[in-house]
């Protein structure tokens, strides 16, 4: 899971890193052991003795195998591949296998930090995090944050050491002879 150092600018470093809350695999867990008990239960039902129990068994495993892949595997498959990984300069998101989309979004450009949490998500201890931007895309909007109060919290502090890091004239600061 560790973001790559060498994708680092100079001077910055990784305060911390996460994936998506676990709640997020819920649904694929749930349906795939629904998909798996189904397609038992159906395959131990029809013993394959004539031509509609043969049909039976084969169209069991068709759509077992498209609800596991589609439900079960992609899902868990897009949660994997999914970092949020905030530094002491930016805040940085992506996701994707085959495809790979990055967001990154400097501290300096942060205007506001906000959360919502749903009930289940309250219980949960997770939500979602809304980062508004003075930039023109506006704002990073990342779902299922684990722990998303604190992680708010931390953005203001990386903020704050951010502003006072370019204020001083800091490494990495234009300007600064670094």
């Not at 949020?84 to 996701?95: C, L």
Request: contains cysteine; glycine residues 8%.
């Amino acid at each position: 899971m560790a973001y790559p150092p060498k994708l680092l600018g100079d001077g910055e470093s990784i305060a911390f890193e996460m994936r998506p809350h676990w709640r997020s695999l819920i649904i694929p867990a749930l349906v795939l052991i629904a998909t798996v008990a189904g397609a038992a239960f159906l395959l131990s039902t029809f013993d394959g003795s004539n031509i509609f129990a043969n049909t039976i068994s084969a169209v069991t495993w068709i759509a077992a195998l498209v609800l596991i892949v589609g439900w079960a595997v992609r899902p868990f498959l897009n949660w994997f591949t999914t970092d949020y990984v905030f530094t002491n300069r930016r805040i940085i998101v992506r996701t994707g296998l085959i495809r790979r989309i990055g967001r990154d979004m400097p501290l300096s450009r942060v205007n506001n930090v906000t959360f919502d949490k749903t009930l289940t998500e309250r219980i949960l201890n997770c939500g979602t995090l809304s980062v508004q931007s003075a930039a023109e895309q506006g704002s990073l909007i990342i779902a299922s944050v684990p722990d998303v109060e604190k992680i708010q919290r931390e953005v203001y502090r990386l903020y704050e050491e951010d502003d006072q890091r370019r204020r001083s004239g800091g490494p990495g600061v234009p300007g600064d002879g670094s």
